[in-house]
């Protein structure tokens, strides 16, 4: 996490040092503090449908944007510009959003939070191709640490005995050591499925992430 966070504000910093009061950059940590606390909270929930929490999320958020648009006096675009927008929009936000939201479920919201800073890379990468810009030394050190604190998080082998307490809940799974329970109706046997179901308490060891079964304290 050190080297993403470092990799991160040397890729953000100013070729320019201003002296005035940096409110533009103030406003930007309060929205990464916010979404911080939204991915927190739909983690509580990113064992439901991604697609429908994805698509909940979307509508609250177009709703309220267009809405402040028009206040302050914007029109709407044309036809053409309003469906390339979207269809952007679809891919950038949507698809994306239930990727992470997926991720969030498997592997916890550090891990997803921090995958998911990398990507301002592809965003260089394609001022490269396209624009032609050249990178300088600072994008190259960003790139090093990136890849060394992404590798770290890849590599991360975490295993110890951990105690599962008595839960009961509803998500898509498969029947392995943490879903051994018998089904109250007639199961065809396909895999994975989906139905509300009982963990009883277990104690166990072996390599894990912050997954829906694992919030246990250290």
């Known amino acids: ?3 993403i966070v470092l990799g991160s504000l040397l890729l953000s910093w100013p070729n320019e040092l201003n002296v005035t009061f940096p409110w533009g950059a103030l406003a930007i940590a309060g929205a990464c503090l916010c979404w911080g606390i939204d991915n927190n909270l739909t983690r509580k929930i990113s064992a439901n449908d991604a697609l429908q929490i994805a698509c909940i999320k979307g509508l609250v958020a177009g709703f309220v944007n267009l809405g402040i648009a028009l206040s302050l006096g914007y029109k709407l675009p044309a036809l053409s510009v ?3 927008a979207a269809s952007i929009g679809l891919l950038g936000y949507g698809v994306s959003l239930v990727l992470f939201v997926i991720s969030l479920r498997h592997i916890g919201t550090a891990r997803t939070g921090a995958y998911f800073s990398i990507a301002p890379f592809a965003g260089v990468i394609c001022s490269f191709v396209l624009l032609h810009e050249q990178p300088n030394t600072m994008f190259w050190i960003a790139t090093g640490l990136m890849m060394i604190g992404v590798w770290l998080h890849l590599s991360e082998h975490h295993v110890h005995l951990h105690h599962h307490e008595e839960l009961q809940h509803q998500h898509r799974h498969i ?5 051994n329970h018998e089904h109250a109706f007639d199961w065809d046997g396909s895999e994975p499925h989906t139905h509300s179901h009982q963990h009883v308490p277990l104690n166990h060891s072996h390599p894990h992430f912050p ?4 919030q246990h304290k250290h």
């Not at 029947?175 to 879903?179: A, C, R, V």
């Not at 997954?211 to 694992?214: A, G, I, K, P, T």
């Open 175 to 179: 029947h392995d050591e943490h879903h």
């Open 82 to 84: 309003g469906l390339s």
């Open 211 to 214: 997954d829906l079964h694992h």
């Open 1 to 3: 996490m050190i080297c």
